[in-house]
């Protein structure tokens, strides 16, 4: 017998030659079984790492606190590296391959001494399915393990799979000693490879998932003709029983988990709507031989923002966290729970912050703001399948046919609450476009508006300009292109005061994006697309006057004209590069609001 579990050479050698590099001190095989899993909590608990749950109301439950520095993906430090800088375009930081293995070379050296290196072979997409990609991460953390463990299909199917000599992702992970100053996140695209180090923050160190299924999976998705995208699946169930999916693009902690899994509200819930939800953070999607497009979740977990999940704003997730989770940076309880502002119940007199320091509610820090219980960036990691409306679609090969495509961001003005497109183009056109308020997912001044278009701007593996050409290319393969829209939960009135209730509600607006995609209603075309005339909206049961309703769907010249320049700067960086018909649909636009 060999010492390894399996015989691929390429594999093999990989790991011997990363291991020379970092020095840990053994090698352990992820196999996927409970007893490993079990083994893994234990050592966790008996390190620190993590801190076990009440058993009877949080079974299968641990809190893990990361460090004061790391607690979002750090994009600054994020980098695409490929041999010309003009392929990662100006959209992302740049480094020459040879020197980015080199600059983090230095940081890994060593940096798994007095640790174990855990290799985890896992499958994105179910193990087997043609659409599927398989990674192998090394990885010197066993928080980075366990979520791999839930996030992802890990351990000896997927080494079967892989066979003596099947291609995979080389993900390499080490928390080093979590220095901000030695911290680098690399993706070197032409060489199928991560390399990750100085962190011990999901979204930098959970290699799958943004870095692979985002990053990676774009540049390879554009050579192989399709769309790695970071976009929800949902399904919605009319009361005839037919499922419409569709995919949606919102930035991060824009609402893309809370919509994935919607509960319908009362007024609508005469009207017989089920939601099934396929993903909520990551969407795969080919065109198959109907001409349709069809989506697959690479996914099976969630990594969501904990804050503000409530049995009010989001019960389903509230269910599904009940078991089986880790919990990361929020309140530790008393009572062995957990809390995070805008949980459910009553705000507890003391507890244990996401810093690990004693805390009580409204006591001020230094500069006399009160000091939260959870970082607002404070996230759980929990299996999609226990989920109460988890897709009964999620294992199959082929994924769900997609109807809408919808885009969203986080606008307090401009934006209106919903419109439609006119065909593909002028909806690749809405999608590159977007701009959306920076949020606590990722560090930088909260509230500014960036552009980010398709949700994609940290996540694109190489330049925009080729991502939208290959957008529009897409739509040519399609004979029944999805329709596209953009929505915006997030206007506000001179208050600063949501205007639209959002969450659950949400289904209202949905439900107009499937009657448009089944041709049941007409719509008012305004200079930047289709809105839907005021009666078209359901709002039983809902205490919204007209007059607010107008002000959601108002289109307001003015702030459009301004928001032009925005969109000539950001397509200007792309000089020549960016493809003519954006620059149609731009000159379009502008004269139609003339
Ligand atoms: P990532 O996991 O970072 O990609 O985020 P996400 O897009 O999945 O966002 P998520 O659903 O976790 O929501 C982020 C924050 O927005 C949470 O604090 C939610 O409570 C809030 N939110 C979600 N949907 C709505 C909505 O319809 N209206 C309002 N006002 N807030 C919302
Ligand atoms: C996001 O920031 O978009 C997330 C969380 O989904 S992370 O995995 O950290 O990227
Ligand atoms: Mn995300």
Same mark, same amino acid.
């Given at each position: 017998?060999?010492?390894?579990?399996?015989?691929?050479?390429?594999?093999?050698?990989?790991?011997?030659?990363?291991?020379?590099?970092?020095?840990?001190?053994?090698?352990?095989?992820?196999?996927?079984?409970?007893?490993?899993?079990?083994?893994?909590?234990?050592?966790?608990?008996?390190?620190?790492?993590?801190?076990?749950?009440?058993?009877?109301?949080?079974?299968?439950?641990?809190?893990?606190?990361?460090?004061?520095?790391?607690?979002?993906?750090?994009?600054?430090?994020?980098?695409?590296?490929?041999?010309?800088?003009?392929?990662?375009?100006?959209?992302?930081?740049?480094?020459?391959?040879?020197?980015?293995?080199?600059?983090?070379?230095?940081?890994?050296?060593?940096?798994?001494?007095?640790?174990?290196?855990?290799?985890?072979?896992?499958?994105?997409?179910?193990?087997?399915?043609?659409?599927?990609?398989?990674?192998?991460?090394?990885?010197?953390?066993?928080?980075?393990?366990?979520?791999?463990?839930?996030?992802?299909?890990?351990?000896?199917?997927?080494?079967?799979?892989?066979?003596?000599?099947?291609?995979?992702?080389?993900?390499?992970?080490?928390?080093?000693?979590?220095?901000?100053?030695?911290?680098?996140?690399?993706?070197?695209?032409?060489?199928?490879?991560?390399?990750?180090?100085?962190?011990?923050?999901?979204?930098?160190?959970?290699?799958?998932?943004?870095?692979?299924?985002?990053?990676?999976?774009?540049?390879?998705?554009?050579?192989?003709?399709?769309?790695?995208?970071?976009?929800?699946?949902?399904?919605?169930?009319? !009361?005839?029983?037919?499922?419409?999916? &569709?995919? #949606? %693009?919102? @930035?991060?902690?824009?609402?893309? =988990?809370?919509? $994935?899994?919607?509960?319908?509200?009362?007024?609508?819930?005469?009207?017989?709507?089920?939601?099934?939800?396929?993903?909520?953070?990551?969407?795969?999607?080919?065109?198959?031989?109907?001409?349709?497009?069809?989506?697959?979740?690479?996914?099976?977990?969630?990594?969501?923002?904990?804050?503000?999940?409530?049995?009010?704003?989001?019960?389903?997730?509230?269910?599904?966290?009940?078991?089986?989770?880790?919990?990361?940076?929020?309140?530790?309880?008393?009572?062995?729970?957990?809390?995070?502002?805008?949980?459910?119940?009553?705000?507890?007199?003391?507890?244990?912050?996401?810093?690990?320091?004693?805390?009580?509610?409204?006591? !001020?820090?230094?500069?006399?703001?009160? &000091?939260? #219980? %959870?970082? @607002?960036?404070?996230?759980?990691? =929990?299996?999609? $399948?226990?989920?109460?409306?988890?897709?009964?679609?999620?294992?199959?090969?082929?994924?769900?046919?997609?109807?809408?495509?919808?885009?969203?961001?986080?606008?307090?003005?401009?934006?209106?609450?919903?419109?439609?497109?006119?065909?593909?183009?002028?909806?690749?056109?809405?999608?590159?476009?977007?701009?959306?308020?920076?949020?606590?997912?990722?560090?930088?001044?909260?509230?500014?508006?960036?552009?980010?278009?398709?949700?994609?701007?940290?996540?694109?593996?190489?330049?925009?300009?080729?991502?939208?050409?290959?957008?529009?290319?897409?739509?040519?393969?399609?004979?029944?292109?999805?329709?596209?829209?953009?929505?915006?939960?997030?206007?506000?009135?001179?208050?600063?005061?949501?205007?639209? @209730?959002?969450?659950?509600?949400?289904?209202?607006?949905?439900?107009?994006?499937?009657?448009?995609?089944?041709?049941?209603?007409?719509?008012?075309?305004?200079?930047?697309?289709?809105?839907?005339?005021?009666?078209?909206?359901?709002?039983?049961?809902?205490?919204?006057?007209?007059?607010?309703?107008?002000?959601?769907?108002?289109?307001?010249?003015?702030?459009?004209?301004?928001?032009?320049?925005?969109?000539?700067?950001?397509?200007?960086?792309?000089?020549?590069?960016?493809?003519?018909?954006?620059?149609?649909?731009?000159?379009?636009?502008?004269?139609?609001?003339?």
């Amino acid at each position: 017998m060999s010492k390894y579990p399996t015989h691929h050479k390429k594999l093999i050698s990989w790991i011997e030659k990363s291991a020379r590099m970092c020095k840990p001190d053994r090698i352990i095989w992820v196999d996927g079984s409970g007893e490993q899993k079990s083994l893994l909590e234990k050592e966790c608990v008996f390190s620190g790492e993590l801190i076990p749950l009440n058993g009877e109301r949080l079974p299968g439950c641990f809190l893990h606190r990361t460090d004061p520095n790391d607690v979002a993906r750090t994009e600054h430090l994020t980098y695409i590296c490929t041999r010309k800088k003009r392929d990662a375009g100006p959209n992302n930081n740049w480094m020459s391959p040879r020197s980015g293995y080199r600059k983090a070379k230095d940081i890994f050296t060593g940096s798994m001494t007095g640790r174990n290196m855990y290799v985890i072979p896992f499958s994105m997409g179910p193990v087997g399915s043609p659409f599927s990609k398989i990674g192998v991460e090394l990885t010197d953390s066993r928080y980075v393990v366990l979520n791999m463990l839930v996030m992802t299909r890990a351990g000896s199917p997927v080494l079967a799979q892989l066979g003596t000599d099947g291609e995979f992702t080389k993900c390499l992970h080490s928390l080093a000693d979590v220095d901000v100053n030695r911290r680098l996140i690399l993706h070197f695209p032409e060489d199928n490879t991560i390399w990750s180090v100085g962190s011990g923050y999901g979204g930098n160190v959970l290699l799958g998932k943004k870095c692979l299924a985002l990053r990676i999976a774009s540049f390879i998705a554009r050579k192989e003709k399709w769309l790695a995208e970071h976009m929800l699946i949902m399904g919605i169930e009319d !009361p005839a029983g037919r499922i419409r999916y &569709i995919a #949606g %693009a919102f @930035p991060s902690a824009c609402g893309k =988990t809370n919509l $994935a899994m919607l509960l319908p509200p009362e007024g609508l819930k005469k009207k017989g709507y089920r939601i099934w939800t396929v993903g909520d953070d990551i969407a795969w999607m080919r065109v198959d031989s109907d001409g349709t497009l069809w989506a697959i979740n690479p996914e099976t977990g969630f990594f969501g923002v904990a804050p503000n999940t409530n049995s009010q704003t989001n019960p389903n997730m509230v269910e599904t966290i009940k078991k089986n989770t880790i919990y990361t940076n929020v309140l530790l309880k008393p009572d062995g729970t957990v809390w995070w502002e805008g949980a459910d119940g009553e705000i507890p007199q003391r507890g244990i912050d996401w810093q690990g320091n004693p805390w009580k509610p409204q006591a !001020p820090d230094k500069d006399g703001k009160a &000091i939260l #219980g %959870a970082h @607002p960036n404070s996230r759980f990691t =929990t299996p999609i $399948a226990q989920c109460p409306t988890a897709s009964f679609r999620m294992e199959q090969h082929h994924g769900v046919p997609i109807s809408a495509i919808v885009f969203g961001g986080r606008r307090r003005h401009v934006a209106p609450l919903v419109y439609e497109s006119f065909n593909w183009q002028h909806g690749v056109f809405v999608g590159a476009i977007m701009a959306s308020e920076r949020t606590a997912a990722q560090y930088g001044k909260q509230g500014e508006v960036r552009r980010d278009p398709m949700a994609m701007l940290p996540f694109c593996g190489y330049s925009m300009a080729s991502y939208f050409t290959h957008w529009l290319e897409m739509g040519k393969r399609m004979k029944h292109a999805p329709r596209i829209f953009h929505v915006n939960w997030f206007r506000t009135d001179e208050h600063n005061k949501f205007l639209w @209730p959002g969450y659950r509600e949400n289904l209202r607006v949905l439900e107009w994006i499937v009657d448009r995609c089944d041709n049941k209603l007409d719509a008012v075309e305004t200079p930047i697309g289709f809105i839907p005339k005021v009666e078209d909206l359901d709002l039983t049961g809902l205490n919204l006057s007209r007059v607010i309703l107008e002000r959601l769907l108002a289109i307001d010249r003015k702030s459009w004209q301004e928001e032009l320049e925005g969109i000539k700067h950001f397509f200007k960086l792309f000089k020549k590069d960016l493809p003519a018909e954006l620059w149609q649909e731009f000159e379009a636009l502008r004269s139609r609001l003339k």
